[in-house]
């Protein structure tokens, strides 16, 4: 399968805990995109990765997430000291701006349920 | 502020057409794009439309658009069970995407 993972794809832990999921995008593509959907909601964008760098942020991500992409493949989404408000699916794309459209591929997501 | 609008849901009978709407404000927003997202899968891109096109059909999908009124619809011809879906209106261009809440797709056999 050469579309975009993500791990792992359900995550439950205590209010307090520190969480860390991953990303694998299509592999030639160079943007990575991270974004949280909530019940009833569409995706909300929290953050994009041009190759490794990081180039914008939501104001949705607070300071206790963080987000890396060290080698401009595989990314990392870690949320510190979580919060029963941070319970949703993290869902990470990838696409190739060549295209023109930017179509992004979408991964199963990551649940996450914080008790 | 960008914000993109679609009715939640939407109900209709097999082989009937489907049509669902949206608004969205980014007048600047090059792409306008339908994803799709069944059961446990990930969101797939359906269809888009370049912002200086009305219409644009693919197949059983007709897609039109009031730049004017900033309205964007998707129409699905001969409706089937396999069309059960949340379907997602977005607008873009660049690298950010906005997405509405979706429009979740009954079809009754």
């Known amino acids: 399968d050469t579309g975009v993972s993500q791990d792992p794809r359900h995550k439950i832990t205590k209010r307090g805990q520190n969480v860390t999921f991953r990303c694998d995008p299509i592999?030639?593509?160079?943007?990575l995109y991270w974004y949280r959907q909530t019940l009833g909601q569409g995706p909300e964008f929290l953050t994009y990765?041009?190759?490794?760098?990081?180039?914008?942020k939501s104001r949705l991500l607070s300071d206790r997430f963080s987000a890396e992409r060290p080698k401009g493949s595989f990314s990392t989404l870690e949320i510190q000291r979580t919060e029963q408000g941070d319970s949703a699916m993290y869902l990470c794309?990838?696409?190739?701006?060549?295209?023109?459209?930017?179509?992004?591929?979408f991964g199963p997501g990551t649940r996450l349920t914080v008790l | 502020g960008e914000d993109v609008e679609q009715s939640l849901f939407l109900s209709v009978r097999e082989g009937d057409s489907s049509v669902i709407n949206c608004t969205y404000t980014?007048?600047?927003?090059?792409?306008l794009y339908w994803y799709k997202q069944e059961p446990g899968a990930g969101l797939q891109l359906l269809t888009y439309?370049?912002?200086?096109?009305d219409m644009k059909q693919d197949q059983r999908l007709t897609v039109l658009l009031n730049k004017k009124d900033k309205h964007l619809s998707l129409r699905i011809a001969d409706t089937q069970t396999g069309d059960s879906a949340i379907y997602f209106c977005?607008?873009?261009?660049?690298?950010?995407?906005?997405f509405g809440a979706g429009t979740r797709l009954f079809v009754k056999a």
């Open positions: 439309i370049f912002s200086n096109m």
């Open positions: 592999s030639e593509h160079n943007r």
């Open positions: 977005a607008e873009g261009g660049g690298f950010k995407t906005i």
């Open positions: 794309a990838s696409s190739l701006p060549a295209s023109g459209i930017n179509e992004q591929f």
């Open positions: 980014d007048s600047s927003s090059t792409y």
């Open positions: 990765f041009q190759n490794e760098a990081q180039l914008e």
